[in-house]
């Protein structure tokens, strides 16, 4: 599932793409929980890495999106489920035709011989309409295939 804010004159390519890699399925203590790779870029800037959601919460947030997309107020926020490590907010933005994104990461990496925090954060627009594919990601999630990145094309 990807966010995209196309290049404008003068203004650079924004995207955000998550992708589900992983369900844990009914034998696991917490079935329905879900691994995310993302990559996000702003500008020259990029990252990407995985974090885990809770199944509940991931339903949760897709019915808060279509409450948004519908009635064009409130919020739909979810957090990983470790603490402090990724955040995805979107409302609306200031056109009422548009909503604002906003995604925060940051992990700790304890590697010797000094450890120290790797975080990214970026915050964008989108149409409204672009809702329609996150929304349906959410509310129904499958594992996603390999982007075109893991497999080497084009």
């Known amino acids: ?21 992983e369900i844990d399925g009914p034998e696991l203590p917490r079935a329905g929980d879900l691994y995310i790779d993302f990559n996000a870029s702003v500008e020259f800037f990029s990252a990407s890495g995985t974090f885990a959601l809770d199944a509940y919460e991931f339903k949760d947030f897709g019915a808060a999106l279509r409450t948004l997309s519908s009635s064009r107020s409130g919020n739909a926020t979810i957090n990983s489920l470790s603490p402090g490590e990724m955040t995805l907010s979107l409302s609306m933005a200031d056109s009422p035709d548009y909503v604002r994104v ?11 011989p000094s450890p120290y925090e790797c975080s990214i954060s970026v915050a964008f627009e989108v149409e409204l309409g672009s809702l329609a594919e996150l929304i349906a990601w959410a509310e129904i999630p499958t594992v996603d295939p390999p982007s075109q990145e893991d497999t080497g094309a084009l």
Not at 1 to 21: A, N
């Open 1 to 21: 599932m990807r966010l995209r804010v196309h290049p404008q004159t003068g203004v650079h390519s924004q995207t955000l793409e998550l992708r589900i890699t």
């Open 102 to 112: 906003t995604f925060a990461f940051s992990k700790f990496r304890a590697y010797p």
